[in-house]
């Protein structure tokens, strides 16, 4: 069974632009989250969609955006680039039950300049 | 609010020698607890879980963790270590709401192996 895969692996924006980042969960996974990984706060929960639906949201500014298709598959939108968002970019996928474990991709990793 | 304290940043261990790494959690009701680890560059990878019944919990790769309520801890340890242990370890409360998914980390331990 594949694994959860994000696309791109690497990507390198400028400030004031917007980014679109893509995951796919492991087939039969319903859940798609979304974290950011930064050196100074760490691993933080942006949201979480559950059949196409958005059921919890961390505290991040409405610049980041997702939403999810019929087929899982998940995107996340950042706009209006700064700096500071530079990160690492994980998506993880379950069933979608409360408190299982979740399977991590690999990660986008995202420069802002 | 619901909150995971990894107090070590960096830990050093020699080969073969024994590891505890620790995590502290806050959570009102009885936490899921989780330890997952990141190799460089990678995502992040269940080592074990924790929800209810046994308190000691094995994990894959000859990891264990001890849940302590009366502590609210959830240390991870590990007998022996290998070279390729080495890696970044987070502990996770797992903090959903109506069925969402939501896991709150700690800063992370970032564990080196000395040959």
């Known amino acids: 069974k594949a694994g959860v895969t994000q696309t791109p692996r690497y990507l390198i924006k400028t400030r004031g632009q917007q980014v679109t980042l893509s995951c796919s969960p492991i087939s039969g996974h319903r859940s798609v989250s979304w974290y950011q990984q930064t050196p100074g706060q760490g691993l933080q929960f942006l949201f979480e969609?559950?059949?196409?639906?958005?059921?919890n949201k961390g505290n991040f500014p409405g610049r980041f955006s997702g939403r999810q298709f019929s087929n899982s598959r998940s995107e996340m939108n950042v706009s209006t680039l700064e700096l500071g968002d530079s990160a690492l970019y994980l998506c993880?996928?379950?069933?979608?039950?409360?408190?299982?474990?979740?399977?991590f991709g690999s990660g986008t990793q995202l420069s802002v300049l | 609010a619901q909150s995971v304290t990894q107090p070590d940043i960096h830990i050093t261990v020699s080969e073969g020698a024994s590891l505890e790494l620790r995590c502290n959690y806050s959570?009102?009701?009885?936490?899921?607890l989780f330890w997952y680890v990141q190799s460089p560059g990678q995502g992040l990878q269940l080592l074990l879980k924790?929800?209810?019944?046994?308190?000691l919990v094995q994990g894959i790769k000859g990891f264990e963790a001890e849940f302590k309520r009366s502590q609210s801890s959830f240390n991870l340890r590990k007998p022996s270590v290998h070279w390729s242990d080495a890696a970044e370890y987070f502990c996770?409360?797992?903090?959903?709401?109506?069925?969402?998914?939501?896991?709150?980390f700690g800063q992370g331990t970032r564990l080196t192996i000395n040959p």
């Open positions: 993880a996928s379950s069933l979608g039950q409360a408190n299982e474990k979740l399977f």
């Open positions: 924790y929800f209810s019944g046994d308190t």
């Open positions: 969609y559950f059949s196409e639906t958005q059921r």
């Open positions: 959570y009102g009701a009885t936490p899921y």
């Open positions: 996770a409360v797992g903090a959903s709401l109506q069925g969402a998914q939501k896991l709150v």
